[in-house]
């Protein structure tokens, strides 16, 4: 199993201080750009950490809000691709359907994988809903014109012979030809989110590397979706590596101290869903068959516990987070039997995304935390065998 760090770089000290919305109308001038600089650095001395404790490290981007100061992700994948030396660095994502250039795209992220040294694992991503006042796209034609600008970005890091032109829906070029070429062959590893079974089928018929988010126990049936859609495709069952899982984690030898870093951590869970309501959810931006889920409570902030308990992952307790897989939270032993429980019942998980930090955790308890943790559970879960895939896919199947 490899495990990434993940922050989202949060401005916290306005988290308090806010009028309803830390995201899309938040005025920026409660962002002091001293505090921010400041956050900032330490964010990448932690990130630098996990470069040399064995941790791998993962970034994404959102726009106008105080939960995630990355903006511009390529900034950070610039500065860890040459900070760093061994970790892979994992985008998720970059939203290219709200792009309106993907051959920018294409060039910023061959660089980043001449300049790391085929460390860039790249993870395409729809967005979510508060990102489309930002970029100002049709919701309805989102996904449309994200599967298009993949395509372009492939075949822009692909072809080497030559210019090519591109006429489609979306986007039209004259003579692409990316100057770096990518160093990895034929490019960097793809990655994509999603909390829908219908787009897991179409990942698993890709087969790229599919991570969820906070899904918890409800995660088998998306493993599940993506299962069905690889084996239709390649006639065997996928690897644990290509499922990937986004669950917060605090350690420490301490129980007690252990809860208060989980605590703290799950802010990131409360302050996210504080968004003005007009921009929640924009006509279009789910199918109707995922409305329905939404509105029947099976997705989140709805989580489930193995018993099939629901609970609402943004206003809950320490324990009924760690009961629903969304939480691993304990001392090295707990958090490792927590993981190897969730990725059991999952069929296979070969990625962990850790979210070792979020909001008011200090950096010396993040320093503890991911020092902790990769001295006394990340050896164990390398070693950790993953359930067998092919008895895996064929319960799927029956």
């Known amino acids: 199993m490899r495990v990434y760090q993940f922050t989202e770089q949060a401005y916290f000290p306005t988290w308090n201080d806010h009028s309803g919305s830390l995201r899309v109308i938040l005025p920026n001038r409660k962002c002091d750009p001293h505090v921010a600089a400041d956050l900032f650095h330490r964010y990448y001395d932690e990130y630098q950490l996990c470069d040399e404790i064995g941790l791998d490290i993962m970034l994404n981007e959102h726009h106008q809000t105080a939960t995630c100061m990355s903006s511009t992700v390529v900034v950070g994948l610039a500065v860890l691709a040459r900070a760093t030396k061994k ?5 998720l994502g970059y939203p290219i359907g709200h792009r309106p250039d993907p051959l920018r795209v294409a060039e910023e992220l061959s660089t980043i994988d001449v300049i790391s040294r085929g460390r860039l694992d790249m993870g395409f991503i729809k967005g979510i809903p508060y990102e489309i006042p930002a970029s100002n796209r049709n919701p309805t034609e989102l996904m449309d014109r994200f599967w298009e600008a993949h395509d372009f970005i492939i075949k822009a890091m692909t072809t080497h012979d030559g210019t090519f032109n591109w006429e489609g829906e979306f986007f039209h070029y004259r003579q692409v030809n990316v100057w770096p070429r990518v160093w990895q062959e ?9 909390g829908s079974s219908s787009q897991a089928r179409v990942l698993g018929e890709r087969g790229y590397v599919m991570a969820t988010l906070g899904t918890g126990f ?3 049936k998306l493993y599940d979706a993506y299962r069905k859609g690889y084996v239709a495709k390649f006639g065997h069952a996928p690897g644990a590596d290509r499922f990937a899982y ?11 101290e252990a809860r208060k870093r989980g605590d703290l951590i799950a802010g990131y869970l409360r302050t996210s869903a504080i968004v003005h309501v007009p921009f929640r959810n924009p006509p279009g931006y789910v199918s109707p068959e995922d409305n329905a889920r939404m509105l029947r409570g099976e997705t989140p902030p709805r989580g489930f516990t193995k018993d099939g308990r629901a609970i609402n992952i943004h206003a809950t307790s320490v324990d009924d987070l760690i009961d629903a897989g969304v939480l691993f939270c304990g ?3 707990e958090v490792y039997q927590q993981i190897i429980a969730f990725c059991d019942h999952c069929g296979g998980m070969g990625n962990l995304l850790m979210m070792g930090q979020a909001g008011f955790l200090t950096h010396e308890q993040t320093v503890d935390n991911l020092t902790l943790f990769s001295r006394e559970v990340l050896p164990r879960l390398k070693a950790y065998q993953q359930p067998d895939a092919e008895a895996a896919a064929k319960a799927v199947a029956a």
């Open 87 to 91: 970790a892979r660095l994992l985008v």
């Open 246 to 256: 986004l669950g917060l984690v605090a350690v420490a030898h301490d129980k007690e």
């Open 186 to 194: 034929p490019h960097p590893p793809i990655w994509s989110t999603t």
């Open 218 to 220: 409800g995660t088998r």
């Open 331 to 333: 001392t090295p032993d």
